[in-house]
């Protein structure tokens, strides 16, 4: 099973999920696409790259403290990812559910690889991840992106600007050098792994119908157990 | 007298750590629950200290940034294969890159109370892929020795299973069961009772630890003799890794 998200999963659910670099706009394109499957009766399980009780406060404490290292940042993200698909992703997939993940593995390999681990052992750590059966990569520029982001709130935040690494001392540069080293990574992964890329420049509606298109095609065949079917929408258009 | 080897990773390693610095040794005490190695090694403390070299202890769980977390984990039953592996795993990073490097770094002997081969063991029992544990530990040091404490099976219940071990933890500790939930391998359940449990878990332990002797070049020491037998193994062991030319 050496790395088990090269091959194709046995579950009769579907997996889509969104990767970008902060600002590319993903997550308001998942839950337009949630949103829509929801109202195409279809019953879908929605989730973020988010910590999960088990090392949550691990994490809290580390970053507090400034104990943790490329290494153990990396582990630990894993062991709550490894917790997130047990708990939250498998169970629907096996009951034919679609999930929608707001982030997946390729947000650790792009980041960790920055940080400084090896992008082999990174891959292989993951190796226990289920393959998605959609994968969007949402494509931005570094300057569009960060003007997104700074458009919403006054300040970055330290380790999203990436101020551990020592890039710049100033919050503005030092996270758009951070980024552009994930956009590196991005580029390369999104070869790597066939993620279907999108221009996230476009206007939101022209990228949702375009996804909205991919995913309508890649459904095809699928059938969702009896038991799962909706009687009513949920939103109405 | 001792060879001046430079310190390898196991695998990819950590790319952004020199190790050409490492002048300390690393020697690692392996074998399984109630084998006798943390007596062994305070012993081999002692006499390191006697001979003046600088010693650092390390153990599993012990990590400030993981130790809790673990403890609490264990105690909810809720974890699978993979998640009990990588919690061990970022316990075992801190103490590498927080502990164990920076004692090498400063010429320090680091004894070290189990190292990845029990994590691999307990890992491979549950289920996990050999490969991709040992990938997954691939930034781990290789030491400058093993000794594994080997145990039969016949020689390890009587150790385990003692009136004072069970009393303690059902009436001191009121932990509400006789024999460690976890050393009777009882969260995959390998027999009807904790006994049965215990004898078939530690029995895949052990033929595991076989298995690994050969691939990490382990260096057996028989831990069915007496306490001063295997100190005396261990000691003599050690000698041709330590620098000091003293008798």
Redesign the interface.
């Known amino acids: 099973m050496a790395r088990q998200f090269e091959h194709d999963h046995p579950y009769p659910g579907k997996l889509i999920i969104v990767e970008g670099i902060d600002g590319s706009g993903k997550s308001t394109q998942l839950q337009l696409l949630h949103k829509w499957l929801l109202n195409s009766k279809y019953r879908v399980f929605y989730t973020e790259w988010n910590s999960s009780a088990l090392v949550k406060e691990t994490i809290r404490r580390g970053k507090k403290k400034n104990l943790l290292t490329p290494t153990t940042f990396s582990v630990l993200h894993a062991t709550d990812f490894a917790d997130r698909l047990m708990h939250l992703i498998i169970p629907p997939l096996k009951a034919g559910m679609i999930v929608c993940a707001d982030r997946y593995i390729y947000t650790a390999f792009a980041r960790d690889v920055v940080r400084g681990v090896h992008p082999e052992w990174v891959r292989n750590l993951y190796g226990f991840a289920v393959k998605p059966d959609i994968a969007l990569y949402f494509k931005v520029p570094i300057e569009v992106s960060l003007e997104r982001i700074l458009n919403g709130r006054i300040s970055l935040k330290f380790h999203e600007a990436g101020m551990d690494l020592g890039l710049s001392d100033d919050p503005k540069e030092s996270y758009s050098l951070f980024q552009s080293k994930i956009l590196e990574e991005y580029e390369s992964i999104s070869g790597e792994y066939g993620l279907l890329t999108i221009d996230a420049t476009m206007p939101i509606q022209k990228q949702q119908a375009q996804i909205r298109e991919i995913v309508r095609e890649k459904l095809k065949g699928y059938k969702p157990a009896p038991f799962l079917l909706k009687k009513e929408n949920v939103y109405v258009a | 007298m001792s060879l001046k080897k430079k310190k390898t990773f196991y695998?990819?390693?950590?790319?952004?750590l020199k190790t050409d610095d490492l002048t300390g040794k690393l020697i690692v005490i392996e074998g399984t629950d109630g084998v006798g190695r943390s007596t062994q090694i305070e012993e081999l403390r002692k006499w390191l200290e006697v001979r003046g070299c600088g010693v650092v202890t390390t153990g599993w769980t012990r990590s400030?940034?993981?130790g809790?977390?673990i403890e609490e984990?264990k105690s909810g039953h809720t974890?699978?294969m993979?998640?009990l592996s990588?919690?061990y795993?970022?316990d075992f990073?801190?103490r590498?890159?927080?502990e164990i490097i920076p004692a090498l770094r400063s010429g320090f002997i680091v004894l070290a109370d189990r190292y990845i081969y029990t994590v691999f063991a307990r890992s491979v029992i549950r289920g996990a892929?050999r490969?991709?544990i040992r990938?997954?530990f691939?930034?781990a040091l290789v030491p400058d020795a093993v000794f594994y404490m080997r145990i039969g099976i016949e020689d390890l219940i009587p150790r385990a299973i003692t009136s004072q071990t069970l009393h303690k933890r059902y009436w001191v500790d009121q932990s509400g069961e006789g024999m460690d939930y976890w050393e009777s391998g009882m969260d995959i359940r390998l027999g009807d009772d904790f006994y049965d449990s215990f004898v078939e878990y530690q029995k895949r332990i052990l033929k595991e630890f076989d298995r690994m002797t050969p691939e990490f070049h382990f260096q057996v020491v028989d831990a069915a003799k007496t306490f001063e037998e295997i100190n005396r193994e261990l000691k003599q062991g050690m000698l041709g890794y330590l620098d000091d030319d003293e008798a």
């Open positions: 695998g990819h390693g950590i790319p952004y400030p940034l993981m809790q977390t984990a974890l699978n993979n998640t990588l919690l795993a970022a990073a801190d590498l890159e927080q892929d490969s991709w990938k997954v691939g930034f």
